[in-house]
């Protein structure tokens, strides 16, 4: 593959991955600081926080990303 081509991104694509990308980093924000008060820390989210709320962000993300696929009126290939 040339790595000099251009690619042109459909305007609706660009709109869905940029929402994607700040449903994901809510959900871990929120998720993280759910994650610090259920611990008992004192104001502080870890990266163990983190890790464990990205975990359930990904498993949000994915169901967001079906979701989209279902309604823009395409189907996978089985």
Known sequence: MDQHSSYRIETEAAQTLAEWKALFAEQ?????KELAQKSGSTGVITLGHYRQAASFAVQMLATAVQDTDSSDGRQEAA
């Open 28 to 32: 871990v924000a929120v998720k993280a």
